[in-house]
């Protein structure tokens, strides 16, 4: 009977963890410096603007984006253990009054505070995020993607890396009358 009960405790924090992760679709992976500093360039980000990076995995690029334009930045992340981590890094870097991170899924975030909105998470969680973004980013926010575009948009930019490893960026700029 003891084994019963141990089997179905074990059932049931598997279920729960499979719950919190259930929108997990991209794993962590760190975006390159060099692609992560040509997005922020290519996302015209403003002294004063406010940056998400829905996926914010470390917080490297909350991070950068502060210390390089001057904005405020909001991250959203799933895993519990990154989300430490880059609030670690935020407070090391003594910006916690400029970053932040939110624990969550992107898929039930409120964007609407973006100037910019920075991904890199997969074309299918792209598409998922889709209506959200269009419901809520203001007119003229910026979207900027690594690798991924979000379907069923068009692009006002797609740029592709030099070097050995090739990554692509797309730039998606919300349009005025979109809300
Ligand atoms: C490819 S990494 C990108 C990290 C960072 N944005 C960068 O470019 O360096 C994707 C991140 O999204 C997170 N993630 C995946 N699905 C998510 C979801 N549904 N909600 C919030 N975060 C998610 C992963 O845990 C991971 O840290």
Not at 69 to 94: D, F, M, T
Not at 146 to 172: C, F, M, R
Request: proline residues 7%.
């Amino acid at each position: 009977m003891r084994g019963f009960f141990l089997v179905m405790a074990l059932a049931g924090a598997t279920a729960s963890a499979q719950s919190q992760y259930a929108n997990k679709l991209a794993p962590f992976v760190a975006s390159p410096a060099r692609v992560m500093d040509r997005m922020l360039e290519l996302a015209n980000l403003k002294p004063g603007e406010t940056l998400y990076d829905l996926g914010c995995g470390d917080g490297r690029i909350l991070i950068a984006a502060v210390q390089k334009y001057k904005v405020k930045a909001v991250g959203v992340e799933i895993s519990p253990k990154l989300v430490a981590k880059a609030r670690a890094s935020i407070q090391k870097a003594g910006i916690q009054n400029q970053a932040r991170v939110i624990q969550g899924d992107v898929l039930e975030t409120d964007p609407s505070g973006a100037d910019v909105v920075y991904l890199y998470l997969s074309t299918k969680l792209n598409e998922q995020l889709r209506p959200r973004l269009e419901s809520q980013l203001k007119p003229g926010a910026r979207v900027v993607s690594h690798d991924y575009p979000v379907p069923g948009w068009k692009p006002a930019k797609v740029e592709e890396t030099g070097g050995s490893q090739q990554h692509e960026i797309y730039l998606y700029e919300m349009p005025p009358n979109h809300q």
